[in-house]
């Protein structure tokens, strides 16, 4: 039976009060240090001590982390903006942009051996008709837990056991790009549902926009392009730039919108017939409408806490949307289907542009310059930071 979480010691016995002060400790051997917060208190990122994880029980395996990526999402829950901690425990492990390889398996375990590179997945379903299912991403009932976010520690530390089927095995070919898995499963699930439910129609489609050119606008640029769309890319800063870049180099085509504002594009590039959105910023979505094409579908993806406020031509965002045939949708999360075709086009990426995609990770850090990491995400040169504790 494993003790608590926090000192290791009988469960129901007051632990020491290092973990809620931060307090810095000496490492023990059966110990590791992980980053932490306290949910809802903002600047409360610390390093804190727990013990390392028991052996894995049957259908689980011990994963060593190799890199945990910094997004802003980690940064809100740093700012004490949302996030949970799991029951019992009143701090919360960050990080649910995992990759690492399996140390041990559990007893019965036959999918995955120690040596394999994997990536994990994030939610972990309730009991809801969606998530029993499999499609947890489409959770109803709401009572799902998230690595990292809500309910369950996440990777930023050095290891942590998981059911084998909340992890994705990697090629080891594969392995500098596996911590970008899962910002792509996102994309690889807003894809997918675009494909279903542009099911309402005979749809041949030839034209995207992505919005943004963040981790999950570059990688949507991406699956875009592999799959065989005339690809736009549109984000702020004017070319020349390390993302315009990036965007070129695979085939597509980027522009300002200090050249081009969001709502003219539709004008500048003719029929679009996918806008995916992933700004960050809850306004663009109603500019996203004006350029839309007919029969067209917008994918939203970002997530906006914040309390931004426009005023919207409701009548022609209306007829636009009605006359048009227009679908508008959110997407988030994703489960292992959307995974696993992540992992099929990180394949087709290295054979079509090699080294590309790798040049979304423009910063590594060790697990101890967390707060450097974070700090380094939210400047507008970085594009996908990481925790690094391969080294
Ligand atoms: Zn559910």
Redesign the pocket.
């Known amino acids: 039976m494993r003790g608590c979480y926090r000192c290791s010691g009988t469960v129901g016995v007051p632990c020491s009060e290092r973990y809620e002060t931060g307090e810095a400790v000496v490492q023990q051997a059966d110990r590791m240090q992980a980053v932490a917060v306290t949910p809802g208190r903002a600047g409360s990122a610390r390093l804190v001590e727990v013990p390392q994880p028991a052996a894995p029980g049957p259908g689980e395996a011990l994963v060593r982390v190799l890199q945990a990526g910094v997004c802003g999402t980690d940064v809100e829950i740093t700012g004490g903006l949302y996030g949970a901690a799991p029951a019992g425990d009143d701090f919360l492990i960050l990080g649910h942009e995992s990759f690492g390889v399996v140390e041990d398996v559990g007893p019965d375990v036959h999918d995955l051996a120690p040596g394999d590179y994997v990536a994990a997945m994030v939610r972990h379903?309730?009991?809801?008709?969606?998530?029993?299912r499999g499609e947890?991403d489409?959770?109803?009932?709401?009572?799902?837990r998230e690595r990292g976010i809500r309910g369950l520690h996440g990777f930023m530390r050095p290891y942590y056991v998981e059911r084998t089927s909340h992890l994705v095995l990697v090629p080891a070919a594969r392995r500098t790009l596996g911590v970008l898995m899962e910002p792509l499963s996102i994309v690889e699930k807003g894809l997918a549902q675009i494909a279903r439910i542009q099911d309402r129609m005979h749809w041949e489609p030839t034209t995207a926009v992505v919005l943004g050119a963040g981790p999950i606008g570059l990688l949507a640029t991406a699956v875009f392009r592999v799959s065989g769309y005339r690809t736009f890319t549109v984000a702020r800063t004017p070319r020349p730039n390390s993302r315009a870049d990036l965007v070129e180099q695979m085939g597509a085509v980027y522009l300002s919108t200090q050249e081009t504002p969001v709502s003219e594009l539709g004008r500048a590039l003719g029929q679009i017939d996918v806008i995916l959105e992933a700004t960050g910023n809850g306004a663009v979505a109603f500019e996203a409408v004006h350029s839309l094409g007919t029969n067209g579908i917008l994918c939203l993806t970002s997530v906006t806490p914040g309390d931004r406020r426009v005023e919207v031509p409701a009548d022609t965002v209306n007829m636009r949307l009605v006359l048009g045939n227009m679908a508008v949708f959110g997407a988030v999360n994703a489960n292992r289907s959307h995974f696993e075709q992540g992992v099929r086009h990180l394949e087709m990426f290295e054979q079509l542009w090699p080294g590309v995609i790798a040049r979304l990770i423009t910063h590594r850090f060790p697990l101890a310059d967390f707060a450097a990491a974070l700090e380094q995400q939210q400047d507008r040169e970085s594009i996908k930071v990481v925790l690094d504790l391969a080294g």
Do not use: L, T
């Not at 379903?125 to 029993?132: F, Y």
């Open positions: 379903p309730d009991d809801c008709p969606n998530c029993r947890w489409m959770c109803i009932k709401g009572d799902y």
